[in-house]
């Protein structure tokens, strides 16, 4: 409990103090296209399966996300090398970037069970509160999640309910706990699809 509030406390002394600066999106994408491309695809539209989406992510998350790479709270075999060399102003530029791209696209189709069942199943676990409203596409530091990719959703509400995520606040760990099997499949089938501007 004291490393979660004291990981929580820089988080927020970081995203609080340095929202006050001014990040270098050009730069950032500089440093994108050498450092991130290769692996998030050019312009942050991912194109393999295990690796997310970038383009059109909240800055927040991104900030949080790269911070709890590089501080090792969210364990990762391919990221951690990445982020271990990012200084804050990299991190900031690379999520002035970012966030700043058109929201990448979903790349797949909903499923018509998911289509049927997915939108209630979000609403009563709570993802549609937290996650910005039934679009799903994220607020403050929580992440757009609409249109991801299927095997990313899938294998990260694993990590969550198995406890091994790196999560800022306990809030998915929680969300994920009691999840099925099922609800899983038929959550990141529906999330997957779904289009959000
Ligand atoms: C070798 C491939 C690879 C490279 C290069 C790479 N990443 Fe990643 N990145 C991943 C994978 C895979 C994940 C998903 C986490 C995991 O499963 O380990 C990830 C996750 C992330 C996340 C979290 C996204 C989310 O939705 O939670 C951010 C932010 C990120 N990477 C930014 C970057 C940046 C910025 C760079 C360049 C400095 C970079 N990555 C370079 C593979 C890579
Ligand atoms: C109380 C708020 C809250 C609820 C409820 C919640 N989430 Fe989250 N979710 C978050 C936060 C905050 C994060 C970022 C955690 C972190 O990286 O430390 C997150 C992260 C995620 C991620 C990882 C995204 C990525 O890019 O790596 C997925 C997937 C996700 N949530 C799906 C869901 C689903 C599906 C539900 C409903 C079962 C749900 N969430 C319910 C707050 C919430």
Not at 117 to 130: D, E, F, M, S
Request: charged share 20%.
């Amino acid at each position: 409990m004291t490393a979660v509030r004291l990981a929580l406390v820089s988080i927020c002394a970081l995203l609080l103090c340095r929202t006050a600066w001014t990040y270098d999106s050009e730069a950032g994408r500089q440093k994108a296209d050498k450092a991130c491309a290769l692996c998030h695809g050019k312009g942050g539209v991912s194109q393999q399966p295990s690796v997310p989406s970038l383009a059109g992510q909240r800055d927040r998350y991104i900030i949080l996300a790269l911070y709890q790479f590089r501080a090792g709270n969210r364990p990762s075999a391919q990221m951690a090398q990445f982020a271990a060399s990012l200084s804050d102003d990299d991190i900031g530029d690379l999520a002035a970037y970012y966030s700043g791209l058109r929201p990448w696209r979903p790349t797949r189709k909903i499923s018509v069970e998911a289509a049927s069942a997915g939108p209630a199943l979000a609403q009563h676990k709570n993802c549609v509160p937290c996650h910005g409203g039934p679009g799903l596409s994220g607020q403050e530091h929580v992440p757009r999640i609409a249109g991801q990719r299927i095997d990313y959703l899938t294998a990260q509400l694993r990590l969550f309910r198995a406890a091994t995520r790196g999560d800022i606040d306990g809030n998915m760990t929680s969300a994920a706990n009691n999840a099925s099997d099922k609800d899983i499949d038929m959550l990141a089938d529906y999330i997957s699809g779904l289009s959000t501007p």
